[in-house]
C-alpha cells in the first residue's frame, strides 16, 4: 500500500454546529472503515483538510467531497506520497483555527486558495504537535 497525503482547502456552505457534527460523524465513519487519518480545520469561512491514507481511496473519497454541496470552492491544495502519517491516532481530528492561521480578512483576500502546498504542510505539521484543541 502506497500512503498518500491530500490537502484540500473549501469554503463552507451553511455552516453551522450541528452541519459540522454530521460531517464529523460521517468522516470518522467512513475513514476508519477506509484506514485513512487526519485532520479538518473548520471555521465559519474556511474548511482545510489533511487527509492520509491508501492513495486510491484518497482518491475517491476527495471525489466525494468535490460532489458534497457542503463545499464551495473546493481547491486540491497538496497531493503526494507520504513516508508516514502526521495524525495516525485520528480517524478525523477537527481543531479550532490557531492564530498563527490566516485572520478573515487574509481568507477573504484568498490566502486559503493561494497557499502553496508547503504553507499547507506546515499548518498540519504544527497542529500534529498541538494537544487536542491546543
Do not use: K
Request: hydrophobic share 40%; with cysteine; charged share 25%.
Amino acid at each position: 500500500m502506497r500512503l498518500g497525503q491530500l490537502i484540500y482547502t473549501s469554503r463552507p456552505f451553511g455552516f453551522d454546529a450541528p452541519t459540522l457534527d454530521d460531517i464529523l460523524l460521517v468522516a470518522r465513519a467512513n475513514n476508519a472503515r477506509s484506514r485513512i487519518t487526519g485532520a479538518l480545520i473548520c471555521r465559519a469561512d474556511l474548511y482545510m483538510q489533511l487527509l492520509e491514507g491508501p492513495r486510491d481511496t484518497l482518491t475517491d473519497t476527495f471525489g466525494r467531497i468535490l460532489r458534497d454541496d457542503r463545499h464551495l470552492e473546493v481547491r486540491l491544495v497538496h497531493c503526494s506520497d507520504a513516508p508516514a502519517r502526521l495524525f495516525p491516532e485520528w480517524s478525523m481530528r477537527d481543531d479550532p483555527p490557531h492564530s498563527w492561521m490566516w485572520t478573515q480578512e487574509q481568507v477573504r483576500a484568498g490566502a486559503a486558495r493561494d497557499a502553496l502546498a508547503s504553507e499547507a504542510m506546515d499548518v498540519f505539521a504544527r497542529l500534529a504537535t498541538l494537544p487536542r484543541g491546543g
